[in-house]
């Protein structure tokens, strides 16, 4: 019971925030949890591959941009029917994901780290080559997604509707996570050859949980594209997967709650040490690197240990 | 031909600033197991070292050399405060904390030395350039970084190859517990492997100051290709870091060469301008998965090498 407490709480103070008196800041405010949201989605996907099933992808930000470019590409050809747009979008993504990650999966290590890295790679200056959408200066949307021509993304729905799939996501993988999938995965991140030997072919299964996190990613960069009605080849930089990783490792890998309040601490941390210094990067570095020395199991780590401290 | 030339000396010269970061890339998680993201950033402040050193001193040399100090004592002051301390952790903590260092020491340097380029001036001996062949020159500088590279490179594969200090770090390459359990002191071991390494970014560093702008995030793409490099020829491994080094410079500036003649014959004028530096861009990547897809364990794998 109180392990769906914790994100059910969450998830019902996002959802509470629009009815607050936020005064003149109410507009900054929601487009920053909503930016949040997008992330946490990410990171929970990621958090799929990489605490699942142990596959640390340094190319996530990949999907992101395939996402997003989804929705450039069928807006470009007047189609922004979310029916249309969502499923292309994901499934655009988890087939990069299994395309690619039939080669990866035969790295281990830092070996996967980079080869998911140059994958990533290469599509990040496909995008840039793009001229008809822009190239390396991105496209601008005409018109954000719609469900069955009703603006829903506008204004305030685009901050449910993040909050809608991010819910949904994060049950999702829930249960994915206790099912005999994830099972079988979290096993093969302990003993590989224990699992082949039980009769499961680990590299199906490691490659479908790529596919499944890449889908979800890609998702967000749908949502992410909504939000700033803008496309470009710099949602797939490799500093964006660097940043997605540090979500899910600051908030604790393989704890998939963990990803979000991960990705909510990120973007938070940027904007309000942003509005205190220019030089904010000079307190988050130290920050991340405090964390990594004294916080071990991350964001997600740290909550129980405190409550047991408070209950002595 | 002319230009091919020229293209080939251009990539023999970045594959071989290439190889002086990855070297010690490669020895740091050959022989201490720790993705070290921030050596990156030791080249950049490297090169911010040889700008400041340079301009205090009012010589090249005496800054190349200060700054090559430098760097080395930073990273040597690095491992100390706190690299040290995650050897022993997962990957992902090392990725996680150096990442952190990158951040810190990126706006560090753009707090003290402003976020406009540099550019440090090149020594008037080596600033000019000499006929290579009918109506073709080529700049000394240039010149003058691939001997000095080359060297450097030499000595290094003496000092590993030769030394006794070389013969533990492979050993620790190969076997870091071993090594411990035969009375080596490791700690010393590791705190020489990263000190070298740091002192071999710097001097990188410093020597392409002249050639590119030094500014705070030089050092990001540099990183990428250095990974790219050491994960080609196989981690730990130095001949594999040269062969591999060598390998991207070459593949980047003659494959940009190529691949825009190639695009043209193929697709005329405006397609090639479109598709060709994309294409090029794409190479080095191409390269590194076809050698991780046919050898995952890089060219020049490192025996008992932890990947």
């Known amino acids: 019971m109180r392990r769906i407490a914790a994100p059910a709480l969450i998830f019902a103070a996002i959802a509470l925030v629009p009815l607050l008196p936020l005064g003149g800041e109410r507009g900054l405010v929601l487009l920053l949890i909503a930016r949040a949201m997008v992330f946490g989605l990410a990171a929970l ?16 930000a990949a999907y992101l941009a395939i996402g997003a470019y989804a929705v450039a590409i069928l807006d470009a050809n007047n189609i922004s029917e979310a029916l249309i747009v969502v499923p292309i979008a994901m499934l655009a993504s988890a087939a990069f994901a299994t395309a690619t990650g039939a080669v990866a999966l035969r ?10 890295l140059a994958f990533a790679q290469m599509l990040f200056f496909a995008l840039g080559s793009l001229s008809s959408y822009g190239g390396d200066d991105g496209y601008t949307l005409y018109d954000r997604t719609e469900l069955l021509g009703r603006p829903v993304l506008k204004g305030l729905g685009h901050y449910y509707v993040c909050l809608g799939f991010l819910v949904l996501a994060y049950v999702f993988c829930r249960v994915l996570a206790a099912s005999r999938f994830g099972r079988v995965l979290r096993a093969a991140r302990q003993n590989e050859e224990r699992v082949e030997s039980l009769g499961y072919r680990v590299l199906a299964y490691r490659l479908a949980a790529m596919a499944i996190g890449a889908a979800l990613c890609g998702l967000a960069g749908v949502l992410l594209v909504n939000g700033a009605e803008f496309a470009s080849p710099s949602y797939g930089t490799w500093q964006r997967s660097g940043e997605l990783l540090v979500m899910v490792i600051l908030g604790g890998a393989g704890s998939l709650h963990g990803a979000l309040l991960g990705a909510g601490a990120v973007v938070l941390l940027e904007e309000g040490l942003g509005r205190l210094t220019e030089h904010w990067r000079l307190i988050f570095g130290p920050l991340l690197v405090l964390s990594v020395l004294y916080f071990r199991g991350g964001l997600a780590g740290i909550c129980p240990t405190w409550i047991k401290r408070v209950r002595k | 031909m002319a230009l091919f030339l020229v293209q080939a000396l251009n990539g023999l010269q970045l594959g071989l600033l290439l190889f002086l970061i990855a070297a010690g890339l490669t020895l740091i998680f050959g022989v201490m197991d720790f993705i070290n993201l921030a050596h990156g950033v030791q080249y950049m402040i490297g090169a911010y070292f040889g700008v400041m050193f340079a301009g205090l001193t009012g010589n090249f040399w005496a800054g190349l050399v200060l700054a090559c100090l430098a760097a080395g004592a930073l990273g040597l002051g690095l491992e100390r405060l706190l690299f040290r301390h995650l050897y022993r952790r997962s990957h992902l903590e090392q990725v996680l904390a150096t990442f952190g260092v990158i951040l810190t020491l990126t706006e560090a340097a753009r707090t003290i030395w402003g976020p406009a380029p540099l550019q440090l001036k090149m020594p008037e001996i080596l600033d ?20 000095a590279s080359l060297a450097v490179a030499g000595l290094l594969a003496w000092a590993v190859n030769r030394t006794r200090a070389g013969m533990l770090i492979r050993a620790g390459a190969s076997n870091a517990a071993m090594v411990e359990a035969l009375g080596v002191d490791i ?14 970014a710097g001097f990188a560093g410093v020597l392409a100051a002249p050639l590119v702008a030094v500014e705070p995030s030089m050092g990001d793409n540099l990183l990428i290709l250095a990974f790219v490099v050491i994960v080609v020829g196989g981690i730990g491994s130095i001949r594999g870091a040269f062969v591999a080094a060598l390998l991207i410079g ?19 004028a405006s397609g090639a301008a479109r598709l060709g530096p994309a294409v090029a861009s794409m190479l080095i990547y191409l390269l590194m998965a076809l050698v991780l897809a046919i050898r995952p364990a890089g060219l020049f794998p490192s025996p008992g090498a932890r990947t």
Do not use: C, E, K, W
């Open chain 1, 107 to 116: 790295t281990r290590g830092v070996n996967f780290i980079m080869i998911t």
């Open chain 2, 250 to 268: 070459l593949v980047d500036t003659l494959g940009r060469l190529l691949v825009s003649d190639l695009a043209r014959a193929a697709l005329g």
């Open chain 1, 45 to 60: 996907s990621l958090d799929v591959l990489l605490g699942l099933g142990g596959m640390v992808s340094f190319g996530h």
């Open chain 2, 187 to 200: 700690g010393r071991l590791f705190a020489l492997v990263f000190g070298i390494g740091a002192m071999l």
């Open chain 2, 128 to 147: 000019g350039s000499f006929q290579l062949m009918d109506g073709l020159r080529y700049p000394v500088y240039r010149l003058f970084l691939i001997v």
